[in-house]
């Protein structure tokens, strides 16, 4: 028999493992993972294989002339291929176009040298400050003085000092505009060769100040500014406080989205991981993906969400939600309340008005607590539905499933019957329509008691302090 | 060794290597622009032993 090798079963075996993970979990950010984690199967296909090669030769079985064949080199250049499109796509560092192989040394041990920049320019009470894009952080605060000033440094690597003094005068820091309109432009695209630049900037801007914001790579720390702020970067960290206009942010790449008091709407675009937003006085609108943890607080106008796989609506939040992989849990809401997603365990107790679920894969628990009970209707496709009605609650439910037990300890008026492999649970007392669907799974309605307490979603609240701006992570290849 | 089992270790380790040096260019230490040489001195290190092991075996 013709030995073969172990490797390419087992490689069909990940492949199914990773689909059927990614139909069971569509939450789950496979893609995101492969894109961080791909090298891992490089090393995994290789220890497999030298396994097996040491395991050939210690039962002294004939070996192969080569340890992999020609044909696995091309299946291994095609992976890396498709794993480095992936990294770059998604935005984790972006690999070749700054830096290609390096040769003979250049940039092979660079320094970092810094050179301080600065400049102010004195503004009206509300000025336009525009950032050209750039790469490093900013910090930007109100402050009550009439004027622009930047504070910080430049870090440039290179091999000698020389080098990045070049890069240096060729990226000189500009403070551009007039009065009205301040623009800070950093130059970093000025630098021919291969020197990394980065800025750190701290900006003191008027309190009336409108900001407008590019960044490559680096985060974004604003406080104090009651004009509109709009940033777009390519990856960003975004942390704005105490803003009194309207907030825009698109990024293609973010670790966290975090904003606290914001007076003006509030609209999302892009990818991103972690979303926090908090006392929020006008309409939030998001719309793309984000794989972390988000969470809500305290919004007064109602809330859009528009992502991969949920769909949100709320009229108001005077609680909080929060939505972490194949979890919603949320807590005080004002209806009309709209909640479409794939694969999500719903937990939402304290709604009023009405309540639309509408869940592909998961259970959905209900406390309506508040009377009078709003209006329900809920639909599950593979889960179980549980909802707690207070004692004295009037309505008019209907419950089935199609396949599933059907329980109800809330007594008259509701009775259950068992039909086939399903059953329903039916009864009215004369109040808004409950309607609650599951084609695969329990439909229990139970009595409200007393230590039903409302779920309190694990909302860590955010410090009220802005981080200072951290150093900014290795950015240089 | 015998020159048969260095050649046959030989391709499953340079992917190895390489794997390690990507993993280490994507959690943002050293990029793979600098360290790709190692794939070259593991290659040479291989083609050395296998010279010696051919040598002494015969």
Redesign the interface.
């Known amino acids: 028999m013709k030995r073969t090798s172990v490797v390419a079963p087992l490689l069909l075996i990940g492949v199914g493992v990773l689909f059927l993970a990614r139909n069971m979990y569509p939450d789950l950010a496979l893609i995101d993972y492969f894109a961080r984690y791909w090298p891992t199967l490089l090393i995994l296909w290789g220890v497999l294989r030298l396994a097996e090669i040491l395991f050939w030769a210690a039962t002294e079985k004939e070996l192969p002339s080569r340890g992999m064949s020609g044909g696995e080199w091309i299946l291994i250049v095609f992976l890396c291929m498709i794993g480095f499109s992936v990294h770059t796509v998604r935005g984790f560092e972006t690999w070749w176009p700054r830096s290609g192989i390096t040769m003979g040394g250049i940039d092979m041990f660079g320094e970092s040298f810094d050179y301080p920049i600065s400049g102010e320019k004195a503004t009206t009470k509300a000025p336009r400050v525009v950032i050209e894009s750039f790469r490093g952080n900013a910090r930007i605060t109100g402050g009550d003085a009439n004027r622009v000033k930047v504070t910080g440094h430049k870090t440039i690597r290179s091999m000698e000092q020389s080098g990045a003094d070049r890069a240096n005068n060729d990226s000189p820091f500009e403070i551009a505009g007039d009065t009205n309109e301040v623009t800070i432009r950093t130059n970093q695209d000025h630098i021919s060769g291969n020197h990394r630049v980065t800025d750190e900037m701290e900006i003191a801007v008027p309190l009336g100040a409108t900001i407008e914001a590019h960044g490559r790579y680096g985060d974004f720390d604003i406080t104090d500014v009651s004009g509109n702020v709009e940033i777009v970067s390519d990856n960003a960290g975004v942390r704005l406080q105490n803003i009194g206009g309207e907030v825009k942010i698109d990024t293609r790449k973010s670790d966290i989205i975090r904003a606290i008091n914001v007076k003006g709407p509030v609209d999302l675009k892009g990818h991103g991981a972690d979303v926090e937003l908090q006392d929020i006085d006008g309409q939030v609108t998001i719309a793309g993906t984000y794989s972390g943890v988000i969470q809500f607080r305290n919004i007064s106008k109602p809330l859009r969400f528009n992502g991969q796989q949920t769909d949100l609506n709320i009229e108001k939040l005077p609680g909080q939600v929060r939505m972490a992989l194949g979890d919603f849990t949320a807590t005080n809401l004002v209806g009309p309340v709209r909640l479409t997603t794939r694969s999500r365990d719903v937990h939402i107790s304290d709604f009023t008005n009405s309540l639309e679920v509408s869940v592909e894969r998961g259970d959905v628990e209900l406390r309506p607590g508040k009377l009078p009970v709003a209006k329900m209707d809920v639909h599950a496709r593979f889960g179980d539905v549980e909802v707690s009605l207070p004692p004295a609650a009037k309505f008019d439910l209907t419950g089935t499933t199609a396949r599933g037990e059907v329980y109800s300890d809330f007594g008259a008026p509701l009775h259950t019957d068992r039909n086939g492999n399903g059953g329903s649970v039916r009864g009215s007392s004369g109040g808004p329509v409950i309607n609650l669907q599951t084609e695969h799974g329990k439909m229990t309605v139970r009595k409200a008691t007393a230590d039903d307490k409302p779920f309190a979603p694990e909302v860590e609240a955010p410090s009220s302090t802005v981080t200072p701006v951290k150093p900014l992570q290795k950015v240089e290849q | 060794m015998?020159p048969?089992?260095l050649?046959?270790?030989?391709?499953?380790?340079?992917?190895?290597t390489?794997?390690?040096?990507?993993?280490i260019?994507?959690f943002?230490?050293v990029?793979?622009?600098?360290t790709?040489p190692v794939l070259l001195i593991v290659f040479g290190i291989f083609k050395l032993a296998e010279r010696s092991s051919v040598r002494s075996s015969q």
């Open positions: 015998t048969g089992v050649c046959a270790i030989r391709g499953p380790i340079m992917l190895i390489l794997g390690v040096l990507l993993s260019d994507h943002g230490t990029s793979f622009a600098r790709w």
